[in-house]
């Protein structure tokens, strides 16, 4: 049983419009969740994180919203940059430090 | 300031042998992680810890061992190689959950068992 899921592996969009990125999650227990970025042959690197108390993190380009009742999260990135191409993952992490990940979502920026 | 250092970068087993995969943070972080990404999967939790001699078993534990006796070190022993042990390796570190969450990750292992 999947805990976080992302449903879209690919996401394709135009140079300066947004990208909405989704996540869900079934475990009530999650206290934060985080996204991460990662190009080929590297690790994962951090982007932005959101506790689950609550709903609205924004960080330059990037904002998480977190909704709760619906389980879900979602990043936004605007304006989408050529460089923004990577796969981004979705984590769920617990108060004593265990993390779960998505199976990630390939975003691709055409210039 | 090095952040965290895996080591080999790329090894191949034959079925049945043993290794060691190396990991170093230089950040002084509590907890440590070990993931392991299958093609076109996300990360799946093998073990972390939250302090040195403190560990705990994460999703997919079986095939693998760890310790943690010093901060600053967190090895993965594959004891007896098997072919879906095939994968690439990913450490990481953090302060942990209420000081701050985010994970900073090694440039991974990848390994191949035949």
């Known amino acids: 049983d999947q805990q976080v899921k992302q449903n879209s592996p690919s996401l394709s969009v135009q140079e300066g419009r947004i990208s909405i990125l989704n996540c869900d999650y079934t475990?009530?227990?999650?206290?934060?969740f985080l996204w991460y970025k990662k190009y080929p042959a590297e690790g994962p690197t951090f982007l932005i994180s959101i506790s689950s108390i609550k709903d609205k993190n924004e960080d330059g380009r990037f904002t998480v919203f977190l909704n709760k009742s619906a389980k879900h999260l979602s990043l936004h990135i605007v304006p989408s940059q050529p460089g923004d191409s990577a796969v981004y993952f979705c984590a769920a992490m617990t108060n004593a430090g265990k993390s779960t990940f998505g199976d990630g979502t390939t975003l691709t920026v055409k210039p | 300031n090095a952040g965290v250092t895996q080591t080999p970068k790329f090894r191949i087993l034959k079925i049945g042998q043993s290794m060691t995969l190396q990991c170093t943070q230089d950040m002084n972080h509590n907890y440590m992680y070990w993931y392991r990404q299958d093609p076109g999967m996300g990360l799946k939790l093998i073990y972390y810890?939250?302090?040195?001699?403190i560990t705990d078993k994460g999703e997919v534990p079986n095939g693998y061992n760890v310790s943690r006796s010093t901060t600053e070190d967190f090895p993965l022993r594959l004891e007896l190689a098997a072919p879906s042990q095939t994968s690439v390796y990913f450490c990481?570190?953090?302060w942990g959950p209420g000081q701050e969450e985010a994970q900073y990750f090694g440039p991974g292992t990848r390994l191949l068992v035949l």
């Open positions: 810890s939250v302090g040195a001699g």
């Open positions: 990481a570190s953090s």
């Open positions: 475990n009530s227990m999650f206290d934060y």
